[in-house]
């Protein structure tokens, strides 16, 4: 398999959103949650999330545990995943903490048109990557794989998500539901409406089911016997 092995993870409330309209941004996990997060985060080579989370959210995307960093280190490793994007206009900040947090690779993928004009605004604080017009997914994770990104977690948001499911490039999908409801029209759901294969005819596999706390962790295997036998996080 010319890609990586990927991990798809988010939280959610019962209705199927990663967020609420607030300003402020929702709550869905707990301690003990993150502490699962930062320990797949550990194991990836490389995290990915979209220009948009970067956007709205600023997240630092480095592994938080001392502990994890160190066995990292001592395994040859950085002590933190590679940071990667995909942005189809270049509108991501340069001095957002996905750029300034940590010291690993990053890399931003967008599409070739307009690739002189994110490299000229990023090409300072990242790799920047042409990927087709549109961009093509294939070609982004090839080129990862290429580069030793064997393990990618993807944190979303939905747009990244609905991209990944519906591409069926998703080995693990890893889904935390928070036990309440956002019942808000507008506010960001895990996935946008698109074709899956993961669909009535093709279901996915549940491979473990875990209670944390209130909330409760499944992860599926989306691809199901289609797999091609490489061992994920689980």
């Not at 402020?24 to 989370?53: F, H, K, P």
């Not at 991209?163 to 539901?177: G, I, K, N, Q, T």
């Not at 899956?196 to 992860?219: D, H, K, W, Y």
Request: charged share 30%; proline share 6%; aromatic share 6%.
């Amino acid at each position: 398999m010319d890609r990586p092995y990927v991990i798809a993870s988010a939280a959610v409330s019962l209705d199927g959103y990663i967020d609420d309209v607030a300003e402020a941004r929702l709550i869905l996990s707990d301690e003990e949650d993150l502490d699962r997060v930062d320990d797949v985060r550990a194991w990836a080579d490389a995290v990915l999330v979209g220009a948009n989370t970067i956007r709205t959210d600023d997240p630092r995307l480095l592994v938080r545990s001392a502990e994890r960093r160190r066995a990292r280190v001592a395994a040859g490793r950085p002590e933190t995943p590679a940071k990667v994007t995909l942005t189809r206009c270049g509108k991501v900040d340069p001095g957002a903490r996905f750029f300034t947090a940590g010291d690993t690779a990053r890399f931003v993928y967008t599409c070739d048109s307009t690739l002189d004009e994110v490299r000229s605004k990023l090409g300072g604080v990242a790799t920047v990557v042409g990927a087709g017009d549109p961009l093509e997914l294939p070609r982004m994770l090839a080129d990862l794989h290429g580069r030793g990104i064997e393990r990618l977690m993807v944190e979303g948001g939905g747009a990244v998500h609905t991209l990944f499911l519906s591409a069926d490039v998703v080995d693990e999908l890893h889904m935390v539901y928070a036990p309440f409801f956002v019942g808000q029209r507008d506010a960001p759901r895990f996935v946008n409406p698109a074709d899956f294969p993961q669909g009535p005819t093709s279901r996915m596999t549940l491979a473990e089911t875990r209670r944390i706390g209130n909330l409760v962790f499944l992860r599926y295997l989306p691809r199901g016997d289609r797999r091609n036998g490489r061992t994920g996080h689980g």
